[in-house]
């Protein structure tokens, strides 16, 4: 009964390959994000999805595309990964006044 | 560009007594300020929300203040615990669907 669940958990890559990470929530909510952790532990914002629509997008290189098959889901598809994008990366979820429900995190080593 | 500042990167506090962790803002108005609990390879956990019309607001040893004059947020926690020792994040938030922007985190060490 986990609220917000992504996959995989760990992900260790070489540079230039093409991954995905998936994301579900069971919280009924509208809206979800895609947050990026960086080594200084620092939470940045990616994305936001408003029932499927992209209604956020900050600064974020164009090799990242969010894919909202619907308000339940929101995956995260990164081409030609380069070593800067080692982090972890943050599903969330949230209700209308902006509280977030966040997911377990993915652990991104591009080697 | 808006700016948000907690205190200090790292607090340590005796067992038993009264933390108090500061988040600033700048150049930002928000209509709600929210703080996360965030535990080593955890993602962060929601703890309590302030609107902006309302000066305080208590969880059980947990109390936030929330001074839209001073642009500032104060995050209690009272009688600490070991168990208390985590990083701590503020968030202001417009509200609806603007993003939610973090602080840059307090790590908190209760010592017993």
């Known amino acids: 009964d986990t609220a917000v669940s992504q996959t995989p958990k760990y992900l260790v890559t070489q540079m230039g390959n093409d991954k995905s990470i998936k994301c579900e929530q069971n919280l009924g909510h509208d809206t979800m994000y895609w947050y990026k952790q960086d080594s200084k532990k620092f939470l940045k914002i990616m994305f936001s999805y408003n029932n499927k629509e992209l209604i956020i997008n900050e600064t974020v290189p164009n090799r990242f595309s969010p894919k909202s098959p619907d308000k339940a889901h929101l995956n995260l598809h990164i081409n030609s990964l380069e070593l800067g994008d080692s982090a972890v990366y943050f599903c969330a979820s949230s209700q209308e006044d902006g509280t977030q429900y966040f997911g377990p995190g993915t652990r991104l080593l591009v080697l | 560009s808006q700016k948000i500042e907690q205190n200090s990167e790292a607090l340590n506090i005796q067992e038993g007594k009264t933390a108090t962790l500061t988040c600033n803002y700048t150049?930002?108005?928000?209509?709600?300020l929210q703080w996360y609990r965030q535990d080593p390879g955890r993602g962060p956990v929601f703890l309590l929300l302030i609107r902006e019309n309302e000066k305080e607001k208590r969880k059980e040893r947990l109390k936030v203040t929330f001074d839209t004059t001073l642009k500032q947020s104060l995050f209690h926690i009272t009688a600490s615990q070991p168990a208390d020792s985590a990083t701590y994040l503020c968030a202001p938030h417009s509200g609806g669907y603007q993003k939610v922007t973090f602080g840059t985190g307090t790590k908190l060490q209760v010592i017993p």
């Open positions: 150049n930002y108005s928000p209509a709600y």
